[in-house]
């Protein structure tokens, strides 16, 4: 019986429209929340040929230049001159309202000193030790391709990956590798390919790796990988030309890819209030810190909100290959943990990771990936691994107690 099963995760550069939707909504967030830290605002971008469309509510005591920060977001990307996609060729129609009255009600409520949920759903997050980033294997590659197409000159900033990962072996093997990357008219399909093709098979982009040394030895290199570039052959119009941009509709390559299904909603332009963003941010954190602590391989965590209440209804935790242990349902255990421990309400997961204020760092998400980074590269506290062995340390008192017994 063939047990082998496929699992496939595409990503997308900084320049594709979708994220330039994103960043645009993000850097506006941004700056509402620079002027003011208790900015309560979702704010949705399209953006079309020369043509952005601004929509969302917003509650602020913040005054923003709103058509000056979008001209730089779209100027950030650095459109060739071609495509007429500078900051002053853009036409902004800003359709931007009020916060309404009563979901503020419900999250900035009097009657306690805490914060309602933004709005009712369930959020995902998970990690695995398959990278140093605790980021499924697929994800990974296919993100740290997309990010260093872009570098070579002549190609980008429009570019699409995907990677097909095989499971069921004892280790994972890397079945395709599909790279779709727009390009200047001086490169024909043919250099693209070369170009792309030695970029990943030596794992080199100018003086920097693509992947981590470990990840491309043990799973890239030399290795009997399918590879599609440019497969549609000449690619010169890219971006918003070619194709209409929305926030939030790249909301799986924002998360997991195909190894996990997602919740809530997207997370760009969208304040710490709404759980969609911090709700998925304190999932991934929790689900970090158990892979960190050496309880499972894999770890999922769903929490689920309701509407204006502060305190999460629900709350899973999915392991696999768990830790042998006497203890008859780990998953229980670390449940247990998590709720006594960890304040799962919008404010307490504010205070958890911006305890002087939240810091505007959301555009930067927008654009580089809002997970998948190092311990030490704190400047995304959900990043962080500070529980980990708190929560080690939990579990073998547990286990002694049961032995004990």
């Not at 699992?7 to 429209?17: A, D, F, L, N, Q």
């Not at 580089?368 to 579990?395: A, C, K, Q, V």
């Amino acid at each position: 019986m063939n047990n082998t099963k496929i699992i496939t995760s595409e990503y997308v550069s900084y320049g594709h429209p979708d994220k330039v939707a994103d960043q645009i909504s993000d850097a506006l967030l941004d700056e509402y929340l620079t002027q003011d830290r208790d900015t309560r605002a979702g704010i949705e971008t399209m953006i079309k040929d020369n043509v952005v469309v601004i929509g969302g509510e917003v509650k602020s005591n913040a005054r923003i230049d709103i058509e000056d920060i979008v001209r730089s977001a779209i100027d950030s990307i650095d459109y060739p001159e071609s495509h007429n996609l500078s900051g002053d060729d853009i036409k902004i129609i800003n359709l931007i309202g009020k916060q309404s009255t009563e979901i503020s009600n419900g999250v900035d409520r009097d009657d306690c000193d805490c914060i309602g949920a933004g709005d009712q759903g369930f959020v995902v997050g998970m990690a695995s030790n398959e990278t140093n980033e605790y980021m499924p294997l697929g994800v990974y590659v296919a993100r740290q391709i997309c990010k260093s197409v872009p570098l070579v000159e002549g190609l980008g900033p429009d570019v699409k990956t995907q990677v097909c990962v095989e499971y069921g072996a004892r280790v994972p093997k890397i079945k395709s590798i599909i790279v779709s990357t727009m390009h200047s008219e001086d490169l024909d399909v043919e250099q693209v390919r070369e170009i792309i093709n030695e970029l990943i098979k030596t794992n080199r982009v100018g003086i920097n790796n693509v992947m981590d040394d470990d990840i491309f030895f043990k799973y890239v290199k030399d290795k009997d990988i399918d590879y599609f570039i440019n497969v549609n052959g000449e690619w010169n119009v890219g971006g918003p030309i070619s194709d209409c941009g929305l926030t939030g509709r790249k909301i799986v390559v924002d998360q997991y890819g195909g190894y996990c299904n997602v919740g809530g909603g997207a997370f760009s332009g969208k304040d710490m209030t709404k759980v969609d963003r911090s709700g998925a941010y304190m999932c991934r954190y929790l689900a970090k810190n158990i892979v960190d602590a050496g309880l499972a391989d894999e770890a999922k965590v769903e929490l689920s909100y309701i509407i204006s209440e502060p305190q999460p209804c629900a709350i899973k935790v999915e392991l696999k290959n768990g830790q042998t242990t006497p203890i008859a349902n780990l998953d229980k255990q670390i449940e247990k943990y998590i709720k006594e421990n960890i304040d799962l309400t919008p404010k307490g997961i504010i205070d958890r990771f911006f305890p002087c204020g939240i810091n505007p760092i959301f555009y930067n998400t927008a654009r580089n990936g809002h997970f998948g980074y190092n311990d030490n590269e704190t400047y995304y506290p959900w990043e962080r691994l500070d529980f980990s062995d708190n929560l080690r340390e939990y579990i073998k008192e547990v286990e002694l107690s049961l032995m004990e017994h």
